[in-house]
């Protein structure tokens, strides 16, 4: 996911928020206003987690390419880290959605210290 790649995906997503609500409010015409409260929030609550996701995972991507030939250090000893895959982490957000956040995890070749540098 690029910075650049937002634009479009965040468009689309609020798109469909707007057509989602406009569909309800449609088919729940007699809704109170605490119904039509509960329908923007689940919506705004899914829109919400994806960008928070999108957006966390644009900025370790750039510290990552920053880093690129420039490897993060270890913070014990210095030594440039090896990369060693990723992992991914799961949180919840409000209104009870998911969000994965994949790590990248690195280890120091000297000392071996693993560790979850910047993004
Ligand atoms: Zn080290």
Redesign the pocket.
């Known amino acids: 996911m690029r910075l650049d790649e937002l634009d479009a995906r965040w468009r689309q997503l609020s798109e469909e928020v707007i057509s989602g609500m406009k569909e309800w409010r449609l088919q729940h015409p007699k809704a109170t206003f605490q119904e039509i409260e509960v329908a923007v929030d689940e919506r705004l609550a899914r829109l919400r987690a994806r960008m928070l996701e999108d957006a966390a995972l644009v900025s370790r991507a750039a510290e990552w390419e920053a880093e690129a030939g420039d490897r993060p250090l270890?913070s014990?000893?210095g030594?440039p880290l090896q990369p060693r895959g990723k992992q991914t982490r799961e949180l919840t957000t409000q209104y009870d959605q998911p969000i994965r956040l994949e790590r990248r995890y690195a280890v120091?070749p000297?000392?071996e210290?693993g560790l979850f540098p910047p993004g």
């Open positions: 270890c014990v000893c030594t120091c000297r000392c210290t």
